[in-house]
């Protein structure tokens, strides 16, 4: 009896230039709970691979033109996420081992029994549902990790938009009481000598309270703005990143939890263009810049946050994180960015922060790395590809000493 496949199923694509075979594996692949897409040929297979996505592919080593190998290569670039089996009727130790180089999950030879191809499918298809899985708890995670991040900058949010509110609310008063007046002074008899120059005066200063409550608004947009860019629950879609923007959007979000701890230096040089998510980007520099806050104690001490921007002897954009807090236990650096690990006291932290910063910078291809001493500070790096990589590399360059607070 033929399998009916499931619709919500995943696909499989099935390559083989032998319609028999095509036929077979197929089958096969409904046995195993999936849904077959058949393409005789490398060619159909990759137009097939740029329309949908695929949890598995079979793929016939040996097709006239473009061969199973070539295939599996570009397949691996195109869909990282396939799982590529190799079923081959002229194998051998080296095609295996290079097929296995190149990313294959699994290598068959023909003939094969349909039992164990169903079986080393279903391997095939229960490791990519694992994966989905642990990618979808990871986004989980990261959305948590924004939304605890929000929670425990929420009073800082409304205390910087509450000065500039106070601000509009008074000057809006005072306006309130002079237009009266104003329009019952141009209502009067003409104004002659010093009367006229104080209405003037007083037009001026109707002009510029507008002025004023302008500014004070525009700031309240601001403030909106860089929370809207990290509170909303993004599509992970990458685009060109200025970290400039990035880090000062952050360091304006963590301003409340660093005022009375820390000055703030900026060291900006020129770092080019990343493609990454801004709101992904903007969560891992809160976090390190929160992080590096509350390692400084409150003693009144002359403390300061350090973040720096550069760009590094491969053309990657390089920036660190600095602070000159408590530092950081050496026996506590290896778990740093492990889940769950946290030496803030209970309540205080989940130990997710620095794991999920790591999964984020690596999810763009980057690095992030720490050093410390105890009693000394702290220091996170960052290391993430350009958009564009220059075509020749150049001398790195080092920070230098220029303080903005």
């Known amino acids: ?26 089958f096969v692949v409904q046995r195993a709970g999936a849904h077959p897409v058949l393409a005789p040929d490398a060619a159909t297979a990759r137009k097939l691979a740029t329309e949908q996505s695929f949890a598995c592919a079979l793929i016939d080593k040996n097709m006239p033109g473009e061969s199973g190998l070539e295939f599996l290569k570009w397949l691996r670039s195109a869909q990282p996420g396939c799982n590529a089996l190799i079923v081959t009727a002229y194998g051998n130790v080296d095609s295996a081992v290079e097929a296995l180089r ?3 999950f699994d290598y068959l030879l023909k003939p094969f029994e349909v039992d164990a191809l169903e079986h080393r499918l279903k391997l095939a298809l229960q490791q990519y549902q694992m994966r989905q899985e642990r990618e979808r708890m990871q986004a989980m995670l990261v959305q948590s990790d924004r939304l605890a991040s929000l929670g425990l900058l929420a009073a800082g949010v409304v205390h ?28 009067g008899p003409p104004a002659e000598g010093g009367e006229t120059g104080s209405l003037a005066q007083r037009l001026e200063m109707v002009e510029s309270t507008l002025r004023d409550i302008r500014e004070g608004a525009e700031r309240v947009r601001d403030i909106a703005r860089d929370v809207k860019a990290f509170a909303r629950d993004s599509d992970d879609a990458s685009m060109l990143v200025d970290l400039r923007e990035v880090l000062d959007a952050a360091l304006k979000m963590a301003l409340v939890h660093i005022r009375y701890r820390a000055r703030v230096v900026r060291d900006y040089q020129e770092v080019p263009l990343v493609m990454a998510n801004e709101a992904r ?17 409150e003693d009144g001490g002359s403390h300061q946050i350090s973040v720096r921007l550069w760009t590094g002897a491969k053309g990657e954009a390089c920036a660190e994180v600095e602070d000159t807090g408590t530092g950081i236990l ?22 997710l922060g620095l794991f999920i910063c790591k999964s984020i910078i690596e999810s763009f291809d980057g690095t992030i790395t720490v050093s410390s001493r105890p009693g000394q500070g702290t220091t996170f790096r960052i290391s993430l590809p350009p958009h564009v990589r220059a075509a020749s590399t150049t001398d790195p360059l080092e920070p230098l000493s220029i303080a903005a607070s």
């Open 1 to 26: 009896m033929r399998t009916t496949p499931n619709p919500a199923a995943e696909s499989v694509l099935v390559v083989d230039d032998e319609p028999t075979l095509r036929t077979l594996l197929s």
């Open 102 to 104: 190149l990313g294959a």
């Open 160 to 187: 910087e938009v509450n000065t500039p509110l106070a601000y509009i609310l008074s000057n809006l008063d005072w306006l309130d009481e002079e237009l009266p007046a104003l329009r019952q002074a141009l209502r």
């Open 281 to 297: 980007l903007a969560q891992v520099f809160l976090n390190l810049v929160v992080n590096a806050a509350q390692a400084i104690p």
């Open 330 to 351: 050496a026996e506590n650096m290896a778990n740093l960015f492990q889940p769950f690990f946290t030496t803030k006291p209970p309540g205080e932290g989940t130990g």
